[in-house]
């Protein structure tokens, strides 16, 4: 899956100007070598008036400086504070692998675009830097997609096909470019932007994969590190990374969604979907099989489930995802299945998607070794959809082209915390993405680390986020940020409410308001026990953050432009 992060409601920041004008922005203490860089007006997607945009170039193959060049797209928001309280540069990567980076400067609260300027950039593959293709995503992701759910040998050998197929396309139409999309080569891409813009050492925020991406470069050049923020952590261990990290997903999914569908039988006056959670699952069952039998439109099984997975991402779509879930099963309108599936951050057709897709799988396969053979796929997926039914196959076929990829695959980048400075992780212990479990193991490769636990949380991505609106979690990471303070332990914040039909307590419903507010919790280790998206924006998180071949859902997670996670279930696509 998708490894997507941040929604922001309600704003991607398109043709929204940023508070203070580029040319009016604090620059005291700015290199020189800054403004040499970003010479030029932003294009695309979020750009806007409050951004520069330039480009800075890398090798392709770090094993060989002198080959072939790549140019990375980078942008800046100039902090908006006083010149004398310029505090230097934050870089962002939102999440992916896949997503872009750009036009992210309204992520962080005032006080921090006070101090900083925001420095974003579009991965090597993505969007404006050297993009690549595997398919035509109109026609491979057409909609409805297949039903990822097998029912037979003959669904498996389809999708096994399929898989090869993608693989084949992505040697074929961008097979030069591909060998090189890896983790450690675009964290020295970062170093090579700190370079070009003649910082000494860079902040950094990372959210989802992003979040690895950074332990990556900390590990690779702790000495360049400042201050570095990672937001629902990415497990790092070399164990986890890949294969064993989808399988584990597919777990963490399944918790989270049985929690929604329970949400939604506390309110059966408004949904009319079940009085307990076990109704809820028997009216999805029927309805994902109605639509096998008889799609509507471009809307079949596949796509219920890709806006139902997108629930297991983010809370603030609980309340839209769930009354378009109602409207199928109780009215046979399946108009807000189609208008999320649709939407341009979640349409797998779309070429920003299919680009996002195909880096996704690129730096998925590379990055790790995938197992070759078909039957230890078929018998650990048969095995995990025992007890994790509802993402096990879609993930598996997102990544499966991994087993047919035609690059090599390498050793990951062993995390040893070796000279790290202190970093702070956030993490939601009900994070279906980034499984709490896994972000421990990254605590602990971090031995100078502190996290702040969101208990009981479960939304993916959560500093600044208007819909997790949690004072704790935003308090000890805007704090980090300005002026490097760690906590002496661990900390744990009381969760986010979750969200509420409106006058439901009125409508006589079981369920009454979560709304206890958020408050500082008591320091606690992370090791004393395991704690068991609305607008354009979390959209766009969504898309940053597949999951897997559809993020997983697209090939198939994540939330790029902010987060693409739901944004395709895509090896699920005819």
């Not at 080959?67 to 908006?80: E, Q």
């Not at 370079?195 to 332990?215: P, W």
Request: some cysteine.
């Amino acid at each position: 899956m998708r490894w997507f992060a941040v929604a922001s409601a309600g704003v991607l920041v398109s043709g929204v100007a940023l508070a203070g004008s580029y040319a009016d922005a604090a620059s005291a203490g700015r290199p020189a070598a800054s403004d040499k860089v970003f010479t030029q007006d932003c294009t695309g997607d979020g750009a806007s008036s409050g951004y520069k945009c330039g480009d800075v170039t890398v090798p392709l193959d770090y094993v060989q400086p002198k080959g072939p060049k790549l140019s990375i797209r980078v942008s800046i928001a100039k902090a908006t504070g006083k010149p004398e309280d310029r505090k230097g540069v934050i870089l962002f990567n939102p999440g992916g692998p896949g997503g872009s980076g750009l036009y992210w400067a309204d992520s962080f609260p005032d006080s921090v675009r006070k101090a900083y300027d925001i420095i974003g950039f579009d991965p090597r593959g993505v969007g404006q830097s050297n993009p690549i293709s595997c398919v035509d995503g109109s026609t491979f992701f057409a909609m409805p997609a297949a039903d990822t759910q097998p029912s037979s040998k003959d669904d498996k050998a389809a999708f096994v096909k399929r898989a090869k197929d993608y693989a084949d396309g992505c040697g074929t139409n961008s097979g030069s470019e591909i060998p090189y999309l890896t983790t450690a080569n675009t964290a020295k891409d970062i170093d090579k932007i700190r370079e070009a813009i003649g910082e000494s050492k860079i902040n950094y925020y990372g959210v989802s994969y992003g979040t690895y991406l950074g332990t990556v470069y900390a590990q690779l050049f702790p000495d360049k590190v400042n201050r570095m923020l990672l937001d629902s952590v990415m497990n790092a261990s070399t164990a986890n990374l890949g294969y064993q990290g989808n399988l584990d997903q597919n777990v963490a999914f399944q918790n989270r969604i049985d929690l929604y569908f329970g949400w939604i039988a506390q309110y059966d006056s408004v949904y009319k979907l079940g009085k307990t959670k076990d109704d809820v699952q028997a009216a999805y069952t029927k309805a994902r099989k109605a639509l096998k039998d008889k799609p509507v439109g471009v809307v079949g099984p596949d796509e219920l489930d890709t806006m139902l997975l997108n629930s297991g991402y983010y809370d603030v779509y609980w309340l839209r995802n769930a009354q378009a879930f109602s409207d199928y099963v109780n009215k046979d309108d399946v108009s807000g299945i189609k208008s999320f599936v649709t939407n341009k951050y979640h349409d797998p057709r779309t070429a920003d998607n299919e680009n996002s897709n195909a880096v996704y799988s690129a730096v998925e396969c590379a990055d790790s070794k995938w197992p070759t053979k078909w039957e230890t796929w078929d018998q650990d997926n048969t095995d995990y959809d025992m007890k994790a039914p509802f993402e096990t196959w879609a993930n598996a076929w997102m990544n499966l082209p991994c087993a047919y990829w035609n690059a090599k695959s390498h050793d990951p980048v062993e995390i040893t915390g070796k000279d790290v400075p202190g970093i702070m992780l956030l993490q939601g212990t009900m994070d279906a993405a980034t499984p709490y479990e896994g972000a421990v193991q990254t605590h602990k490769l971090l031995p100078g680390s502190r996290m702040i636990v969101e208990k009981g949380g479960g939304s993916h991505g959560l500093y600044n986020e208007s819909w997790v609106n949690n004072s704790c979690i935003d308090k000890y990471a805007t704090n980090y940020l300005l002026d490097g303070t760690l906590p002496d332990a661990d900390v744990t914040c009381d969760a986010h409410p979750l969200p509420k039909p409106k006058d439901t307590d009125k409508a006589g419903d079981t369920a009454k308001s979560t709304d206890t507010g958020s408050t500082e919790g008591d320091k606690v280790s992370s090791d004393s026990t395991t704690l068991k998206e609305i607008g354009d924006k979390a959209n766009a998180a969504a898309v940053a953050n597949p999951v897997g071949l559809g993020s997983k859902s697209v090939l198939g997670g994540v939330p790029a432009n902010p987060s693409k996670e739901s944004a395709t279930r895509i090896l699920g696509h005819k």
